[in-house]
Structure formats: C-alpha cells, structure tokens
C-alpha cells in the first residue's frame, strides 16, 4: 500500500527566505506526483503536477522536483512571502481510477 | 467556468439523519472523486466514479452511497448519519487522456457536523 510521508508537519520562516518542502513516497511507481496548496478552511488548489517522466516542473516562484528512484519529491519556494502562508500537500495517484493518496501536509507560515 | 461546486457548505445534522452532498463540475471532466478531510488523518477517498452511470468503492465507503447519472454531477448519500461522519468532505474532478498526467480540481468543500 503506497504511503506518502511529509516532512516538516509545520515551518515557520521570514519573508524573502527560500524554503524547500519535502514529500516521499514508498511505491516508486508511480505516474505523477501532484502538489497542492490549502488555505484555512478552503479547498485544495493545485499548484503542479510532475509526470514521471519529468525530473522538474516550474510554476512562478515555485519549482517541484520528483526523483522516482528515491521515492522522493521537494517543492522549492522562492523569495517567500507571507501568503505564501497555507498547508501543502502532496499526492501521488494508485492505480484504482487514479484516486490520489496524500501526504500529511506541511503548514507554512511566513512571517513579515 | 465555475470547475468544481460543492452545495451545501455547512450542514449541521442529528445522529440518524439522511442527506445528500451534491458536486457538480463544468469542465466535461470523465472522473469524479468524494474525499473526507479529518484531523490527523488527512484526505481519504469515499468513492469515485469513472464515468457517467458507474461507481467504486474507495478507501472509507462505509455508511456512504454515491451516484452519477450525469456526467457533471455526483451526488454522495449519508442514510443515517454517525457522529463519526463529522468531517470536512471535498469533491473532485479529472479529465484522464492519460495515466501520466490526470490533474485532479477540488471543489470548495462541505463541513458537516452530525450531533
């Protein structure tokens, strides 16, 4: 049974620093790993998705890494400000109808 | 495109009542998902669906039904609501041309509380 792991549950950092958040995962085979962003109380807005066949994928500030081999993925955040503020969370999908498995999350908070 | 909608938001229920959850998505998407959000837990699917008229159990499905008549909607039943069925419950949506990249959107959530 896939399990996806992230570390750290919770950081907190002042603005303008670079910060990288951490998601590993126990079955190396997988099709995508996708990152999502979660405000208080809100849903959950994608913020990429890394086919495995891909080493990076960039989206503004934000640049997510995936290494298959070594079940891992990091999510690096550039020049961090505070609503940059939010859970993320990390997903990889099974093989039943793509249903995605997640990550704990980790809570970021960026302090001005 | 309004993606993903969710209806109601809030919902407050007593042990033994019924409802529904209805999600409905604009973006002609092929698959349907019920996640439910828990502290401690994190995200867990209920159901899915694959298409219009098809549905499969997920992870947690107990005390839950689902249905999708129409493609863009897919209804999730509680028959007699457990106080253990308090949970934020999201709905999701993807368009899956492909294993490699099936981006799933997330609808804004439900809170229910069953008393």
């Known amino acids: 049974k896939q399990e996806v792991t992230q570390i750290p549950a919770a950081l907190s950092v002042p603005e303008g620093e670079n910060l990288v958040l951490n998601c590993s995962f126990t079955?190396?085979?997988?099709?995508?790993l996708q990152w999502f962003r979660q405000d208080p109380g809100k849903g959950l807005t994608s913020l990429l998705l890394i086919q495995s066949s891909q080493r990076e994928q960039t989206s503004g500030r934000l640049n997510a890494s995936l290494d298959k081999s070594s079940g891992r993925s990091t999510l690096y955040i550039a020049a961090s400000q505070p609503g940059d503020s939010a859970t993320y969370l990390c997903?990889?999908?099974?093989?039943?109808?793509?249903?995605?498995?997640f990550g704990g999350g980790t809570r970021l908070m960026v302090k001005p | 495109n309004a993606g993903v909608t969710q209806t109601p938001k809030f919902r407050v229920l007593k042990t033994g009542q019924s409802m529904t959850l209805l999600c409905a998505q604009d973006m002609n998407h092929e698959y349907m998902y019920w996640y439910r959000q828990d502290p401690g837990m994190g995200l867990r699917l209920i159901h899915y669906s694959v298409g219009e008229g098809t549905t499969a159990k997920g992870e947690v499905p107990d005390g839950y039904n689902v249905s999708r008549l129409k493609k863009q909607n897919f209804l999730l039943g509680l028959e007699s609501a457990a106080p253990s069925q308090t949970s934020v419950y999201f709905c999701?949506?993807?368009?899956?041309?492909?294993?490699?990249?099936?981006?799933?959107?997330f609808g804004p959530g439900t809170r229910l509380t069953v008393l």
């Open positions: 999701a949506s993807s368009y899956s041309p492909s294993r490699f990249y099936n981006e799933q959107f």
């Open positions: 079955d190396s085979a997988i099709y995508n």
């Open positions: 997903a990889v999908p099974g093989n039943a109808g793509n249903m995605l498995t």
